[in-house]
């Protein structure tokens, strides 16, 4: 019903610059809180950024300063603008949503309003790595 698809991954120098996008679409009446984290290989994954519905970020210590994080509430979109891009960036970046899905529209209830239930979503995925 939902689905989180990023884009934008590729192979970048260092010092370079790269935006990675995050799209949800499908039954959805809100999305709540976005982030960005991202896992190197054989390493945990970790948090980059957030974003609330509102525009409040949070960034963790490895991008701070560098990571810019913004969202398109129209649009259901939120991005990752990466600068000064090091080795040590090297990674699968994926997206995550809390998104209110559509279960039932408001032709289809009692009250005519939507019925919803919450669920956070992943995206696959997309990469980032360094050409030396």
């Known amino acids: 019903q939902v689905q989180l698809v990023e884009s934008g991954g590729g192979l970048v120098q260092a010092g370079g610059s790269l935006t990675l996008s995050c799209a949800a679409s499908g039954s959805i009446l809100n999305v709540h809180d976005m982030g960005w984290y991202r896992q190197a290989a054989g390493k945990q994954r970790e948090l980059v950024a957030t974003i609330s519905s509102g525009g409040n970020t949070n960034f963790a210590g490895s991008g701070k300063g560098r990571f810019t994080i913004a969202r398109d509430n129209a649009e259901n979109t939120m991005y990752l603008k990466m600068n000064s891009l090091k080795p040590e960036d090297t990674a699968v970046y994926s997206c995550?949503?809390?998104?209110?899905?559509?279960?039932?529209?408001?032709?289809?209830?009692?009250?005519?309003?939507?019925?919803?239930?919450?669920?956070?979503?992943w995206g696959k995925g997309t990469l980032v790595t360094f050409s030396s």
């Open positions: 995550h949503a809390a998104i209110d899905v559509i279960v039932a529209s408001p032709a289809d209830t009692d009250d005519s309003t939507f019925r919803y239930v919450g669920i956070t979503y």
